[in-house]
């Protein structure tokens, strides 16, 4: 299971990646791939290169993780590495068919894929779709891009291109507006700040242009969290934040109401 807000299982056949814009500055995973290095994780005795990655965080594939969601009996929401990026470019056509091949033997889950590099998505996708006969999407697999800044919005642009039974836009650490976005076609945002140490301003009036710009294109809004720095300059009924513990300020009962959304994309939203 999963502390992530927006999914209920995480499911990593590959781990490892490398740092391609200021949104990955203070990724959690690569920290979390550090420590469970010295921990003795076999599947993180791999380093990256230290410019780009680090101690444990090499991308590495690791084929005994195909199998796992078979034993999931239950329905539930799977975000796909959550240590990694399914479309590294180092992560072979071949294995990203057989997670694939996967996805399609097991209905009953919903996949959600996010990546950094939607080009490649666009490269390989119908490869993929091609290696396992499949005339269309797979219902059950959701494919989406992090944008963090405006000065990334062609990611979402490039994303639109990609034939999939979802798509949806992850501004999480969102580090600034998203005038320029086209959320056309997008099924899915989320929306948070950064939190950990280290982590960046956020301003809550960038989520409610977000929620606004969603809306209007038919994107379901989820706000994830506020943030720490928010949560560090804000005070809870009279509590400080370290003493009523949302040190991430993800506790929707206190922010302002109109930021208090979290709402999954339907079947009518899906493209």
Request: proline share 8%.
């Amino acid at each position: 299971m999963t502390n992530i807000e927006w999914t209920e299982q995480t499911w990593n056949p590959t781990s490892g990646c490398d740092r391609i814009s200021p949104g990955c500055t203070n990724c959690y995973a690569l920290t979390m791939a550090k420590r469970l290095k010295g921990m003795g994780q076999a599947k993180y005795q791999n380093d990256g290169d230290p410019r780009t990655s680090g101690p444990g965080f090499a991308l590495t594939v690791h084929p005994d993780e195909l199998d796992k969601p078979l034993a999931w009996r239950k329905p539930r929401k799977v975000f796909v590495n959550s240590m990694s990026d399914l479309f590294h470019a180092r992560v072979p056509v071949a294995f990203i068919v057989q997670v694939w091949r996967t996805m399609q033997a097991t209905p009953q889950h919903s996949y959600q894929i996010l990546t950094k590099r939607p080009e490649r998505i666009v490269r390989v996708l119908d490869r993929v779709y091609d290696a396992l006969e499949l005339d269309g999407p797979l219902p059950n697999v959701w494919l989406g891009t992090s944008v963090e800044s405006d000065e990334y919005v062609r990611r979402i642009d490039a994303l639109a291109q990609v034939r999939a039974a979802v798509l949806f836009v992850s501004a999480e650490p969102l580090l600034g507006p998203l005038p320029s976005a086209d959320f056309t076609g997008i099924g899915w945002t989320i929306i948070g700040g950064e939190s950990g140490p280290g982590a960046r301003r956020f301003d809550p009036q960038w989520a409610a242009d977000l929620i606004d710009a969603s809306r209007a294109a038919g994107a379901a809004p989820f706000v994830k969290q506020l943030g720490s720095v928010w949560a560090r300059d804000t005070f809870y009924a009279g509590k400080s934040v370290a003493a009523h513990g949302d040190t991430k300020g993800g506790d929707p009962q206190y922010w302002p109401a109109h930021l208090r959304v979290r709402e999954y994309p339907t079947e009518a939203a899906r493209v």
